[in-house]
């Protein structure tokens, strides 16, 4: 048998819809739509079956034939598609944990009123509408349950990640990525992140105090930092050992004209604090 004649009888085609169905392996079914916007719109259809929690038996018979076939055919899809532009019935406490949160949405936000509203309505939304629903919801109860404060933190250093650093570099316009801050105030706590305000770090030791890498010759050791990041920082480099004082003199009044910076910080992009408030934080 010719392989064209093996393709005639595996590949149907449907042309009034535009997809190809492939019947095999036995217990797998694909899809394939011969134009973006076909394929846009059955996907988000497969989206709003996955997520439904009306009670039309139509429906959830193909919900669960998509969890067990990955997908559906043409005439299940346009017969699905009218479902699920009907008004159903939904019953709150039968749904999903994260679509209560949703339909219970009591905020201000209009796109989570709408989306709750919608799935009231019909039952169902669409995985993006879904996802960026929860980030919303989500976003306002970490606001809700944020303790602003005003906690001087002297003597206290962190070491931060680079997103961090080049999220503080593009807003106080910095030529480096600040990873080395000593806190001066803590400002802010939420369930995944603290907010800080800081300056570039006074301490010395065996790293640089710009780009946290070793110190390995004489000059750098001297002055905290090599020739790279002090012209970064915009202060003149040492040419021989008897100008580390005004170097030091130098960094120490760019530290100030930097000044303080506020940033939030998720928890987990902080390598490293130490410190008495990260002790009593954590307990909180």
């Known amino acids: 048998m010719g392989g064209q004649s ?15 169905i492939l019947p095999y392996p036995k217990h ?4 394939y739509s011969q134009n973006d916007k076909n394929m846009t719109t059955t996907t988000t259809t497969l989206d709003r079956v996955r997520n439904y929690e009306g009670q039309n038996s139509f429906v ?4 669960n034939v998509i969890a067990k076939y990955n997908g559906l055919t043409p005439n299940q899809l346009e017969a699905v598609e009218k479902c699920l ?17 949703i ?14 509203a919608k ?3 019909f039952g169902t939304l669409t995985e993006k509408q879904k996802s960026v629903a929860l980030t919303q919801i989500q976003k306002e109860e970490d606001q809700e349950r944020t303790i602003r404060m005003n906690w001087p933190t002297p003597g206290e250093t962190i070491i931060i990640g680079r997103k961090i650093g080049q999220d503080l570099k593009k807003t106080y316009g910095l030529e480096f990525n600040p990873m080395l801050i000593d806190i001066t105030k803590l400002l802010g706590v939420s369930p995944k992140a603290v907010k800080f305000a800081g300056k570039m770090t006074i301490k010395r030791g065996k790293i640089c105090t710009s ?29 021989d050992v008897s100008e580390a004082a005004r170097f030091r003199e130098d960094y120490l009044k760019r530290v100030e004209e930097i000044g303080e910076m506020e940033f939030w910080i998720p928890r987990k992009q902080i390598k490293k604090w130490t410190g008495m408030t990260e002790a009593i934080l954590r307990s909180m």
């Open 28 to 31: 797998s079914l694909s899809l």
């Open 85 to 101: 532009n009907a008004v159903t019935t939904v019953k709150v406490e039968e749904m999903t944990e994260e679509m209560k949160r």
């Open 103 to 116: 339909v219970n949405y009591t905020g201000e936000n209009k796109f989570v009123k709408d989306v709750a």
């Open 6 to 20: 093996i393709r005639s009888k595996l590949i149907k085609k449907v042309p009034e819809r535009g997809f190809f």
């Open 211 to 239: 780009c946290m890498k070793d110190l390995t010759d004489e000059f750098s050791m001297l002055t905290g930092m090599g020739k790279i990041c002090a012209k970064h920082m915009r202060v003149p480099y040492i040419k």
């Open 119 to 121: 799935l009231q309505k």
């Open 60 to 63: 959830l018979k193909m919900k």
